[in-house]
């Protein structure tokens, strides 16, 4: 036989919406029970305070019968006051009616027999003239009992005791219990019919697990939630934040405080508010926020009526800006491809005119293609000796040429190397003047004269960029929609799908406090202008901005 044969199966845990049952049948049984026991008991001392009452009453109505103080009077007054007192006996539901004399000697009682023999019970306060109740064991067994004076001429003639037995009593009571029990029996019914509706209910929210296994789950939940660095936000059915984990809470720049509050009011941009709003699923869509390029995606919580999002943010800022470097490379290589190409035809020119004799036109020949190289070398160099921004010129005009685009630095340009400071890093610079020149030379491709020209200087204590180009310009109703993500005027891009290089062009702007404008250029199309100031410290210094991207917007 087989260890695992052996095993003796562990009852698993009574689920939380079983144990809630359990709780509640039990409070509404011992809450109904303990209402019945003290029903019972108040009852019982009800019913005795009432048989008093009831005897007290039946006894004075006797004692002041005309018919009774004279029966009295006779010589045998047994013989008339016996059959009345049966009579009131039966028309007010008491157990006995007593009439004796003040020496106690009966002259009525239930039992004929007992006619003449000493009243059992208490006289004296009735001899007093006082009316008075008590529970006494006499002949019938314990009754409750009323004792009253019986007056003629001011004497007392008499006394008569009503009373109703203990018995007949706790009877009354029990019958009023039954019905209590059968009240109470309901109520419990009914009690653990809800009990067990609210439960089920319970059970289905729970998916009936346990008190043990929901606090296993919440502890594993909040663990999970700290240690999932990508952003993490959940939405209710009023699109206000449910739920945000610490990535979430960096990557959007909220603080705790965020939970509760509507999407519409934690002052995000307009275009990540919208998508976050949004009743439709949004996949791996790109956002900028003031200093971060996120990816965002977003799930309805499905269950039939809207129940809210989940919301998963991945900052993508790092890879944007490897991409931006890749796609500079990329350029370069072409541009070298291009030119190793364009050399070996030059190179083939040569040889050929060599082999035809004509060595000194070949000379010329390679002479003036040399010197036109070094010329356009020689002027970028010259206006701008900043290196990283004086090879994107290079590269930046190779691609322009081969696109059929003449790309030249302004005249007006002076960059001196090591004039640029810490706080403004080349990265930052390659993203604004790289995407704002493959702006311009989309925009002039395929214009009469296709020419964008590039300005790079310094004016006080700010660093000025501006690039223009001969395309056809920008509407003045776009002169700020330009620079949102996901505008384009190209009829193949349509709305969202593109527009992300002048959005990051802005907010690498907007982090160094800079300024960044559009207006006509003097010789048609757009300029657009760039100011950062040298001296300031950026507001996401230690952040890495977004890198620049190919293909332009406008």
Do not use: C
């Amino acid at each position: 036989m087989h260890t695992d044969d052996m095993r003796i199966p562990v009852p698993r845990p009574r689920s939380l919406a079983g144990q809630l049952f359990a709780m509640q049948a039990v409070l509404i049984a011992v809450l109904v029970t303990g209402y019945a026991l003290f029903s019972y008991v108040s009852d019982q001392n009800q019913a005795e305070e009432a048989a008093g009452r009831q005897a007290l009453a039946v006894a004075r109505s006797i004692a002041d019968s005309p018919s009774v103080r004279q029966a009295i009077r006779t010589d045998n007054p047994s013989s008339s006051l016996q059959p009345y007192a049966v009579h009131v006996q039966q028309d007010t539901g008491v157990d006995f009616v007593t009439i004796m004399n003040p020496r106690g000697i009966r002259w009525t009682h239930p039992n004929p027999d007992e006619i003449g023999q000493r009243f059992i019970g208490h006289i004296d306060p009735a001899l007093q003239g006082r009316s008075f109740t008590e529970t006494y064991t006499g002949t019938l067994g314990p009754s409750v009992r009323a004792v009253t004076p019986i007056w003629d001429g001011g004497r007392i003639v008499g006394l008569v005791s009503a009373g109703i037995k203990v018995e007949e009593i706790s009877k009354r009571v029990r019958d009023e219990l039954a019905a209590l029990l059968g009240v109470a029996g309901g109520a419990l019914a009914l009690g653990a019919v809800g009990t067990y509706v609210i439960n089920a209910r319970l059970r289905r929210h729970t998916h009936g697990m346990n008190a043990a296994e929901l606090s296993r789950m919440h502890d594993y939940h909040q663990a999970a939630l700290h240690a999932v660095r990508e952003g993490l936000l959940m939405l209710d059915g009023q699109f206000r934040v449910a739920l945000i984990n610490d990535g979430g809470r960096e990557l959007l720049g909220v603080s705790e405080e965020a939970v509760g509050t509507s999407v519409a009011e934690l002052g995000l941009p307009p275009s990540l508010t919208g998508a976050l709003l949004s009743s439709e699923p949004r996949v791996d869509e790109v956002h900028l926020t003031a200093d971060r390029v996120l990816v965002v995606n977003t799930s309805p919580v499905s269950g039939g009526e809207r129940r809210g999002a989940v919301v998963t943010l991945r900052d993508v800022t790092e890879l944007q800006s490897l991409m931006g470097e890749l796609d500079s490379e990329r350029g370069f290589t072409q541009a070298l491809r291009s030119q190793a190409h364009e050399a070996a035809n030059r190179l083939h020119t040569v040889v050929s005119l060599i082999e035809l004799g004509r060595a000194e036109e070949a000379v010329e020949f390679a002479t003036a293609e040399l010197e036109l190289a070094q010329a356009l070398t020689d002027q970028v160099v010259a206006a701008v000796s900043e290196p990283v921004l004086a090879a994107l010129l290079l590269g930046k005009t190779a691609q322009a040429n081969e696109r059929g685009v003449e790309l030249v630095v302004s005249a007006d340009s002076r960059l001196d190397d090591g004039l640029l400071p810490v706080s403004l890093p080349a990265r930052d610079l390659v993203t604004i003047l790289g995407n704002l020149i493959d702006n311009a030379v989309d925009a002039a491709q395929g214009s009469i004269r296709a020419r964008v020209t590039v300005t790079a200087y310094t004016e006080g204590s700010e660093l000025v960029l501006k690039v223009s180009d001969t395309g056809a310009g920008v509407d003045p109703e776009h002169a700020e929609a330009v620079f949102e993500r996901g505008f384009s005027t190209k009829p193949a891009a349509g709305p969202g799908g593109r527009g992300l290089g002048l959005a990051l062009v802005r907010q690498a702007v907007g982090r160094h406090e800079g300024t960044l404008t559009v207006t006509d250029a003097a010789g048609g199309g757009a300029e657009f202008e760039v100011r950062l100031p040298l001296g300031a410290v950026p507001a996401g210094e230690g952040v890495v901005s977004g890198g620049a991207v190919s293909g332009g917007d406008v």
